[in-house]
C-alpha cells in the first residue's frame, strides 16, 4: 500500500518570506508518480507538478520549485518571495503504474501568507 | 476549454436517502475519477471510469457506485445515505494516453447529510 505523509498540518508566514512544505511517501513500486496539488478556499483542485520516480531532477517554475530526494523517500514544495495568494492547503500525492490516475493523498498543508 | 464541471454544487439529504451525482469531463478526455474528502479522512479516492468501464475501485462500501456514459460523463450514486458521508465530493479527468496523464478537477459537490 501507498502512503503520504505531511507532517506539516498549518504554516503561516508573512508575504516575501520563503517556505517549504514537506511530503514524504512509501510504496513498495519501483515506478511511481508524484504530485502536488493546491486547493484555494473555492475547493477546486489545481494541478502544479507531475514527477515519476526515474526524474529526480529539481525543478523551478517561476516562485514555485520542487526538490525530489528519492534516498530520502521525499518531495518538497518550496515557495519563495511568497505572497498573499499563495494561501490554500497543498496536497502532495501518489500513484502507482498500472493504476496511474488513484492518486493517495497526504493530508495536507494549510499555508497562510499574511499581509 | 471548459473546465470538468459537476452538478449539483450543493446538496443537502437526510439519512436513509441515496443521492446522484453528476461529472463532465474535459472535452476529448475519457478517464473519470471520483474522490471523497472529508476533514477526517482527508481525500480518498473511490473509483475510476473510461471507456464506460470501471478500472480501480477504491477501499469503499458497496453503497457507492458509479457509471460512465459514451460520452464519457460519469454519475456516482450513493445510497442509504449516512451521517458520515457528508464531504466534498470531487471528480477529475484525463485524456488516458501513454502511460500517465494528468488529472483536472472539477470544483466539487458539496453533499451534507442530516
Known amino acids: 500500500a501507498q502512503k503520504v505523509t505531511q507532517a506539516q498540518t498549518e504554516i503561516s508566514v508573512v508575504e516575501k518570506e520563503d517556505v517549504t512544505l514537506d511530503c514524504v511517501y512509501e510504496?513498495?513500486?519501483?515506478?511511481?508518480?508524484l504530485f502536488w496539488y493546491k486547493q484555494p478556499p473555492s475547493g477546486e483542485l489545481v494541478f502544479l507538478i507531475r514527477r515519476n520516480s526515474f526524474d529526480e531532477q529539481n525543478e523551478i517554475s517561476g516562485r514555485y520549485s520542487w526538490n525530489f530526494q528519492k534516498s530520502t523517500s521525499s518531495f518538497n514544495f518550496t515557495i519563495t518571495a511568497s505572497q498573499v495568494v499563495d494561501s490554500a492547503v497543498y496536497f502532495c500525492?501518489?500513484?502507482?503504474?498500472?493504476?496511474?490516475?488513484?492518486?493517495?493523498f497526504g493530508s495536507g498543508t494549510q499555508l497562510t501568507v499574511l499581509p | 476549454k471548459a473546465g470538468v464541471t459537476q452538478t449539483p454544487r450543493y446538496l443537502i439529504k437526510t439519512r436513509g436517502q441515496q443521492v446522484t451525482l453528476s461529472c463532465s469531463p474535459i472535452?476529448?478526455?475519457?478517464?473519470v475519477s471520483w474522490y471523497q474528502q472529508t476533514p477526517g479522512q482527508g481525500l480518498q479516492f473511490l473509483f475510476e471510469y473510461f471507456s464506460e468501464t470501471q478500472r480501480n475501485k477504491g477501499n469503499f462500501p458497496g453503497r457507492f457506485s458509479g457509471r460512465q456514459f459514451s460520452n464519457s460523463r460519469s454519475e456516482m450514486n450513493v445510497s442509504t445515505l449516512e451521517l458520515g458521508d457528508s464531504a466534498l465530493y470531487l471528480c477529475a479527468s484525463s485524456l488516458k494516453q501513454g502511460s500517465y496523464n494528468e488529472q483536472f478537477f472539477g470544483p466539487g459537490t458539496r453533499l451534507t447529510v442530516l
Open positions: 510504496t513498495r513500486d519501483t515506478t511511481y508518480y
Open positions: 472535452s476529448g478526455h475519457r478517464s
Open positions: 500525492a501518489l500513484s502507482i503504474a498500472g493504476s496511474a490516475r488513484q492518486l493517495t
